[in-house]
């Protein structure tokens, strides 16, 4: 176990497998956390507008594949047709 300081300085540190006691000063801070304020808003938010994002560069992907004729020497595009 380790007390360490905002910028990641290691102030004090406890032997393992020792019961041991670290004191310290907590300087407590004013406001909410991002988190807080918005709560799950945030991440629902940034979510639907990845399915959102992803569904329409899938749509435009399928319309461009579509459109364009397949190169020569490629195979069959009905391969799964039974003969």
Same mark, same amino acid.
């Given at each position: 176990?380790?007390?360490?300081?905002?910028?990641?300085?290691v102030?004090?540190?406890?032997?393992?497998?020792?019961p041991?006691?670290?004191?310290?000063? &907590?300087?407590? #801070?004013? /406001?909410?956390?991002?988190? =807080?304020?918005?709560?799950?808003?945030?991440?629902?938010? !940034? +979510?639907?507008?990845?399915?959102?994002?992803?569904? &329409?560069?899938? #749509?435009? /992907?399928?319309?461009?594949? =579509?459109?364009?004729?397949?190169?020569?020497?490629?195979? !069959? +595009?009905?391969?799964?047709?039974?003969?």
């Amino acid at each position: 176990m380790a007390w360490l300081v905002r910028d990641g300085e290691v102030l004090a540190t406890a032997p393992e497998y020792e019961p041991t006691v670290l004191t310290g000063r &907590i300087t407590p #801070r004013q /406001g909410l956390p991002p988190y =807080a304020r918005v709560g799950n808003w945030a991440v629902v938010l !940034a +979510a639907t507008a990845g399915m959102l994002l992803c569904m &329409i560069r899938r #749509r435009a /992907g399928t319309r461009d594949a =579509a459109a364009s004729p397949e190169p020569p020497g490629a195979p !069959a +595009a009905n391969f799964l047709r039974r003969e």
